[in-house]
């Protein structure tokens, strides 16, 4: 199998095999076939570009912005959360305007849309900036992960479509469809550990053109690759994804220098029957 280079990960943080050196901890690294990236990535760039869905958060939002619509997008759906995110914009457009309004002015916005929790991380949330960043969202992904309700996935995405850096994104959706086109299992979107997962999500976000490729992979995971009923006829990845196509999985993980070949397994093929039967 052709692979190109690996990445690794020491005790939950992507390294590289230089990095790495003679630290002890436990060693995950990934070979990954090199046609199959290229094409991961160029076909669902490609699909986004002619099909990514419209949503105001990702029309000239700043990374403040980008954060509110990460909060209030938690535990509800975007057509819900579409007005409120305009108005709350609209009425609080930069951090210290935030700072500035009553916990009960953002809640009177924020709690009909239920999770009312929200309301008061994103009070914190404009606390944290003005009070410890002098109103500026921070450009470096560990100080946004110290930020009150960013959790690890809602502060890369703050990372990779606010600031419009390189990072990798994993939630549920995102870790449906790696598991799926690479051909590995998916019982709770997990492959065995979330250190593999991880790693092989950061071996497939391309140098360039990472905005576009990771809106894409958010869509395809909610209207395409879903868990019950893909649509997988529709899918610009069928021709490439092992669960359509067969054959062996596409990534070889190594840990501690011991190989880790993916199985597929019956729940593997039972969670992807639709996908299967259409090839």
């Known amino acids: 199998m052709k692979s190109g280079r690996p990445y690794e990960i020491l005790n939950g943080h992507l390294t590289t095999p230089s990095s ?16 199959f990236r290229h094409a991961f990535q160029d076909r669902l760039i490609r699909w986004y570009r002619r099909n990514g869905r419209e949503f105001p958060w990702r029309v000239n939002a700043s990374a403040y912005q980008v954060a509110v619509s990460e909060i209030l997008l938690q535990q509800t ?4 959360v579409q007005p409120v995110y305009e108005a709350f914009v609209n009425r609080w457009p930069r951090p210290q305007d935030l700072y500035d309004a009553s916990l009960g002015d ?17 009070k914190e949330l404009a606390r944290h900036i003005v009070e410890y960043h002098d109103g500026q969202v921070p450009e470096d992904l560990t100080m946004l992960r110290g930020i009150p309700g960013l959790g690890p996935y ?8 606010g600031l419009r850096r390189r990072a990798a994104l994993l939630d549920t959706n995102v870790a449906r ?3 799926r086109t690479v051909g590995l299992p998916v019982e709770g979107s997990i492959y065995l550990d979330g250190r593999r997962l991880q790693v092989l999500a950061e071996a497939l976000v391309p140098a360039r053109r990472h905005y576009d490729y990771h809106q894409g992979l958010m869509d395809l995971g909610a209207t395409i690759c879903r868990a019950r009923s893909p649509r ?3 899918c610009p ?8 196509i067969g054959g062996h999985p596409v990534a070889v993980w190594q840990e501690n220098d011991v190989a880790l070949v993916g199985q597929r397994t019956v729940g593997h ?3 992807s029957r639709v996908a299967v039967d259409v090839s």
């Open 20 to 35: 790495f050196g003679n630290t002890v901890g436990c060693k995950s690294v990934v070979e990954l076939d090199s046609k």
């Open 269 to 271: 093929r039972v969670g």
């Open 154 to 161: 809602a502060s890369a995405a703050v990372y990779v479509f």
């Open 77 to 80: 759906q975007a057509a819900r």
């Open 106 to 122: 953002v809640k009177a916005l924020t709690d009909p849309l239920g999770y009312h929790i929200r309301g008061f991380w994103l």
């Open 177 to 179: 469809v790696l598991t």
């Open 232 to 234: 997988c006829a529709r």
């Open 237 to 244: 990845l069928r021709n490439i994804c092992r669960v359509v």
